[in-house]
């Protein structure tokens, strides 16, 4: 790489990346920011450095999204998901009804079931221990990744309970990991805007680090492109790798675009919230995370439901070690508007990776290898939800070799 041809900051910071050196937060935001041929060389420094600790192998977990409630009165200005009791489509499924979804996700091949629902004013704070437990009676080898922390803070002061004692109950009954969504970023002016009355930055980061401190390992995320920036970024990503650093709770880092057509966010503030991040932004968040967590947060995924398969394979390039998982139900990105559907069967998922000229491993929650498939492929199978003429393959049909692969 010449470092020459670079604007002399960025130069200077891949210098140091280059030379082991951790990545700071004033540096971090001055990469975030990058554009053109320093861009360029943030991402490749990103791709080795995913070489280094990763290797050629790239990860997917089959799972499927059980969001078993939608009915939520807190009001998040991005949010459109959430209904009232009395609009229709609101849904809060039965104790029944989620395990029969986590059993068929169980035929069709899943190790996960991710679950989260929205804040339901009605629901009794034990309703969280009460699906754990069901699951667990009827498929004791399904690990169980839910409840978000304001769903944890949500239970917790149902039941009057500490974080520490409510999340230790959970995994008694069965948990094994919890999703660090609710994040959003972690910038109070940001989340003022942006969740009205939801969980703190501060209150987040108390339940995240309880989780850690318990032995429940947790996902991280971002939620950016609509009233932030770079500083904001750098800033939530430092926040996250010093709490890994006390704990290594986190498995992986979940960048997730914001996608704004059907956003209240978006669509009640008319020129004042961006439709989501720029080309150049999705790029950076993900190779600038990659350089700023090196050592500490190793596995990056990249969201095929906020991306598109197109644009998420293109993330493999760009630090990227994790493709996520299967869904095979997807509700929370389609009611914001997203295009991309519900599921990406494993089948899919390994000719997506292999055309990226990686290895496709299919992981568990804990990222441990379930199968390579270097040189097989999954069984086909019809996806759970019946799909329009479209596929997440459609992009690579002109490619002879996945033609032939395919026939």
């Not at 053109?36 to 995913?50: P, S, T």
């Not at 609009?87 to 169980?106: C, Y």
């Amino acid at each position: 790489m010449n470092l020459d041809a670079l604007s002399r900051p960025v130069a200077d910071i891949l210098a140091r990346v280059q030379e082991g050196r951790e990545t700071t937060q004033a540096e971090a935001t001055v990469l975030y920011g990058a554009k053109g041929a320093d861009l360029k060389a943030i991402c490749e420094v990103a791709d080795g450095l995913r070489q280094k600790v990763n290797g050629d192998r790239v990860g997917f977990v089959v799972n499927r999204n059980i969001n078993f409630t939608n009915i939520c009165y807190m009001g998040c200005t991005f949010c459109g998901f959430a209904k009232r009791r009395e609009d229709e489509g609101a849904e809060w499924l039965s104790l029944e009804t989620i395990v029969e979804r986590a059993r068929e996700a169980q035929v069709r091949g899943a190790t996960e079931v991710c679950i989260q629902g929205g804040i339901h004013p009605k629901m009794p704070g034990t309703y969280y221990r009460d699906i754990v437990l069901a699951i667990k009676a009827e498929l004791p080898d399904m690990d169980i990744h839910a409840f978000s922390p304001f769903e944890i803070w949500y239970g917790a002061a149902k039941l009057k309970m500490s974080y520490a004692d409510f999340i230790q109950d959970l995994k008694e009954c069965g948990l094994g990991s919890i999703p660090g969504t609710a994040a959003e970023i972690l910038d109070t002016e940001v989340r003022k805007q942006l969740t009205k009355d939801k969980l703190s930055t501060e209150k987040w980061v108390e339940i995240i680090r309880a989780a850690h401190q318990l032995g429940v390992p947790t996902t991280a995320t971002i939620m950016y492109g609509h009233i932030d920036g770079p500083q904001h970024w750098a800033a939530h990503m430092a926040l996250l790798r010093d709490i890994q650093k006390d704990h290594q709770g986190f498995t992986e880092l979940v960048p997730l675009s914001f996608v704004h057509s059907d956003s209240p966010l978006f669509l009640d503030n008319p020129g004042k919230v961006r439709p989501g991040p720029t080309v150049d932004e999705v790029d950076a968040m993900h190779a600038v995370s990659r350089i700023f967590l090196h050592g500490q947060i190793d596995n990056i995924q990249t969201s095929w439901t906020k991306l598109g398969p197109e644009r998420a394979q293109g993330m493999l390039a760009k630090g990227v070690n994790d493709f996520g998982g299967t869904l095979m139900n997807e509700s929370i990105s389609r009611a914001a508007g997203s295009e991309h559907g519900q599921e990406v069967t494993a089948f899919e998922m390994v000719q997506i990776i292999r055309a990226a000229g990686r290895v496709p491993v299919q992981r568990n929650t804990r990222y441990e290898v379930i199968e390579e498939f270097a040189n097989h492929d999954p069984a086909r199978q019809a996806p759970l939800v019946a799909r329009d003429v479209h596929t997440p393959l459609d992009f690579m049909a002109d490619l002879p070799e996945f033609l032939q692969r395919s026939a």
